[in-house]
């Protein structure tokens, strides 16, 4: 606003001022706003808005958002936008079951719907947060078109920049407040992606300029090298393999865990999965859920069809694990360029391991509660899916390292989680790359702390790059440990030590 009124010339100033506050107070659009939610009998603690940004009228790319204002003071507050992985996977996720206003519970009868209960560690205690189903096809978001379907992470990371360039015209009062992207998993790919374009478009002087100021990404996929050798050296940090199996894979691997060189290596490798195969891969103190209908824990070969492959390659068969797919793509197999099959392709729709989504499914396939978050209905768009296999998935931005040099060479903040036990995305890769940065030590490895107690370890780099721990989680940081993850949260965006 600032700068549209240093344009104009002095006789205009007066109405330029004007227009700038009238912009500021103009309310969010009445018709998105939320007033009842089945399940919940309570008062809302802050306004919630929810409902379709149109992206592209040519295509009828229609993304769904679901909005919280903040708890404490919305018009100061940062504005979060938050971005489950999968790929696929809707940011439901977070809202449900992680972060969000509410603590879902169970149906007390059979074909009921789950209760809500405030969530005393909602994110939305201390931000404004967009939860945003991303990209079109995943959660309540579609497209009419189904050649849209077919995306990457570039295409993504357009679509979502071009949602928070409508989204911020139809909510301009939080133009001002600070701007963040958060997100966890494949997120990992997405948040860095999505914060370039954001930072492109504020170079070019793209309307309207989004105050931002940084992201934090929570065990989330990076590179293939540094995603690829880190679950070998986690097992063997944590006592799930032997000394002596870790020196025979060091040896015959010669350091690559995720591309074997020969035979022996991969029967090494094949040992190392043989001990891990019964955990689960979330979290390895955790038991694993098994749902009524889950398949065998078994090697699963399917075939991808043409249009799965990178160009010039013809159809093979792949050879995949169930117990090594689910949020996130599996470390022994990690995120190389071309299609990224979503993990109801690679299981053949079976449900996710170790995952209980039984909760999310029932209320966001209730007919009551489409209508009241302003979704389309079943009928329209389908059933709401933890994770989709309506998208064919392509990773085409390559490592993420460069993304995150961009970006945190300009000064903007990075925050870079990672549960300590999760076998998924083990923190052994997001600490290894973190530090490959080659920035300097400014917050040498140190214990954080809650309420007097060691919460995790953090170290802190120059341009405002911070890698931390949190003790005892796993893969989804906030379902864990929801205190903790509001407590460096918080510290985060206030721009406080953590």
Same mark, same amino acid.
């Given at each position: ?5 240093? =344009? ?11 227009f700038?506050?009238?912009? =500021?107070?103009?309310?969010a ?10 399940g ?26 679901y ?13 979060v ?37 405030? &969530? ?14 991303? @990209?079109?096809?995943?959660?309540l ?16 990371a357009?679509?979502?920049h071009?949602?928070l360039?409508? %989204? ?15 997100g ?9 992606? =999505? ?40 097992a ?31 029967s ?32 699963i ?7 799965? +492959?990178?160009?010039? !390659?013809t159809d093979?068969?792949?050879?995949v694990?169930k ?6 793509? @599996?470390?022994k ?7 990224? @099959?979503? %993990? ?5 729709? +079976? ?6 989504? !039984? ?5 966001? &396939?209730?007919?009551?509660?489409r ?6 209905? !079943?009928?329209?768009?389908?059933? %709401?899916e ?10 085409d ?17 990075a ?11 083990p ?14 030590i400014v917050?040498?490895?140190?214990? %954080? ?26 893969h ?8 903790e ?14």
């Amino acid at each position: 606003m600032a700068r549209a009124t240093a =344009l104009c010339s002095y006789k205009l100033i007066c109405y330029c001022l004007f227009f700038s506050l009238a912009v =500021l107070t103009q309310s969010a659009p009445e018709d998105a706003l939320i007033t009842q939610l089945p399940g919940y009998s309570g008062t809302f603690p802050s306004k919630h808005y929810s409902g379709y940004v149109n992206i592209d009228e040519n295509h009828g790319k229609n993304l769904f958002y679901y909005f919280v204002e903040s708890e404490g003071n919305p018009s100061e507050d940062p504005v979060v936008l938050w971005l489950n992985g999968g790929p696929g996977c809707s940011s439901f996720d977070g809202f449900v079951y992680e972060h969000g206003p509410f603590n879902f519970e169970e149906a007390k009868t059979k074909g009921g719907l789950p209760q809500l209960h405030l &969530n005393p560690s909602s994110w939305s205690k201390v931000s404004n947060i967009i939860y945003l189903d991303s @990209p079109v096809g995943v959660g309540l978001s579609y497209s009419k078109n189904r050649s849209d379907y077919l995306i990457g992470d570039i295409q993504t990371a357009i679509d979502s920049h071009a949602f928070l360039l409508k %989204w911020f015209e139809l909510y301009p009062e939080f133009l001002p407040n600070p701007f963040f992207i958060a997100g966890e998993s494949y997120a990992g790919v997405y948040v860095p992606t =999505l914060s370039y374009e954001v930072v492109k478009g504020i170079i070019a002087g793209t309307q309207p300029i989004l105050n931002f100021k940084g992201y934090l990404v929570g065990n989330g996929v990076t590179d293939n090298e540094f995603d690829g050798n880190a679950l070998v050296p986690f097992a063997h940090g944590m006592g799930l393999i032997s000394d002596d199996l870790y020196e025979e894979v060091k040896t015959e691997c010669k350091g690559n865990f995720y591309i074997p060189q020969n035979d022996i290596c991969e029967s090494k490798l094949d040992k190392v999965d043989a001990n891990l195969q019964d955990l689960n891969m979330y979290n390895i103190l955790e038991p694993c859920y098994h749902s009524s209908d889950a398949a065998e824990n078994t090697d699963i070969k399917i075939r991808l069809p043409s249009s799965f +492959q990178k160009l010039g !390659e013809t159809d093979r068969p792949l050879a995949v694990r169930k117990r090594m797919f689910g949020r996130a793509w @599996p470390l022994k197999a990690p995120v190389r360029d071309g299609i990224v @099959p979503t %993990w109801p392709q690679l299981l053949n729709s +079976q449900t996710v391991p170790c995952t209980n989504d !039984e909760v999310a499914t029932a209320w966001l &396939n209730d007919e009551a509660v489409r209508k009241a978050i302003h979704a389309e209905e !079943e009928t329209v768009i389908g059933k %709401w899916e933890l994770c989709t296999d309506r998208i064919d998935y392509n990773h085409d931005a390559g490592s993420m390292i460069p993304y995150h040099k961009n970006l945190t060479s300009r000064g903007y903040q990075a925050l870079i989680f990672s549960g300590d036990h999760d076998l998924c995305v083990p923190y052994t890769g997001s600490q290894a790359w973190t530090r490959s940065l080659g920035y300097k030590i400014v917050d040498e490895w140190r214990p %954080w702390m809650v309420n007097g107690d060691v919460a995790g370890y953090l170290q802190g780099y120059e341009n405002n790059l911070t890698f931390l721990t949190v003790k005892g989680s796993g893969h989804t940081v906030p379902e864990y440990k929801p205190q903790e993850a509001l407590e460096f949260y918080s510290k985060f965006l206030a721009g406080n030590p953590i």
